[in-house]
């Protein structure tokens, strides 16, 4: 059975930024929509936060039980040190997404947006295969598209939709860097991973893409969501320039990609891409509802 201690290596602070981010920017959305509902909102949060936590439990037992985590440079995985059980770790995948599938009925059953069930049950699947099943889409490059649609365009336009009830030009141009970001932290993981994801034959797109192709790849993330902040606040509001308050925790991981940062040094940089995505996130949202 898993342990509190458990429960909190799924709840690990990088997932914190990847469940509030686009939970805040789709309630940001509402609020500049003068649509704000708070409960909506909240009920939202607990969907991404239960869905994150369960795709890492899912992931921490389909890539134990594969046994690509023997050799691992980042922090440590449950099933692959042994520190649990893969009973264990499955069973607190299955709890985690359970939890983001009941918050997500009752938030659909509050606001009559059934469709959105449809959505959730595709998240839900997105979330254990990634890792899961006999032909794992993470192993194959695609790890980063599922990360920039449901954690970035699906979170925060489903977020703002289920408090407005319509989907606007706002909400989906706003979840793009918030999607660019989400991935760059997949982009800077998988970076730090290439020797050992190599080795295992796990085909992330960072091994399909090489080294100086994933840092390429995930300097133009973190400078496009940047720059998309400041079209929004050129179109929309000009609140919005909070987001480039984002260019400081942003500076420091970008400098270590590109001066060719390897192995511990880029977990670093992940906390801090992790960092930027959270600024970011609520400084846009504070922004679109101060406009």
Do not use: C
Request: hydrophobic share 60%.
């Amino acid at each position: 059975m898993a342990t509190a201690a458990d429960w909190w290596h799924g709840a690990r602070p990088r997932t914190l930024p990847a469940a509030i981010a686009p939970v805040a920017v789709g309630s940001g959305v509402a609020a500049y929509e003068g649509a704000f509902d708070a409960v909506v909102a909240l009920l939202a949060l607990v969907v991404a936060l239960a869905l994150q936590v369960g795709v890492n439990y899912a992931n921490d037992y389909s890539d134990g039980v594969r046994g690509t985590d023997l050799v691992r440079v980042g922090p440590t995985r449950l099933v692959a040190s042994g520190a649990a059980t893969p009973a264990a770790v499955r069973r607190a995948a299955f709890a985690s997404l359970g939890v983001g599938i009941v918050a997500g009925f009752v938030v659909v059953a509050m606001t009559d947006a059934w469709w959105l069930l449809l959505v959730g049950v595709a998240a839900v699947l997105a979330a254990w295969f990634y890792t899961g099943g006999a032909r794992p889409y993470g192993y194959r490059g695609l790890g980063e598209v599922s990360v920039f649609v449901f954690f970035g365009l699906v979170a925060v336009a489903g977020t703002a939709y289920l408090q407005t009830q319509q989907l606007t030009w706002l909400a989906v141009v706003a979840a793009v860097p918030v999607g660019l970001l989400a991935a760059a932290l997949l982009v800077v993981n998988n970076l730090r991973d290439i020797p050992t994801d190599a080795e295992a034959g796990k085909r992330t797109l960072a091994v399909r893409l090489g080294d100086r192709g994933t840092r390429v790849l995930y300097v133009a993330m973190v400078v496009g969501a940047l720059v998309l902040g400041v079209v929004v606040a050129v179109v929309w509001t000009e609140w919005v320039l909070l987001t480039l308050l984002a260019l400081v925790p942003a500076v420091p991981p970008v400098g270590q990609v590109i001066q060719g940062a390897t192995g511990r040094a880029l977990i670093v940089a992940l906390r801090d891409t992790g960092r930027t995505q959270l600024l970011f996130g609520l400084t846009l949202a504070v922004g679109l509802a101060l406009g």
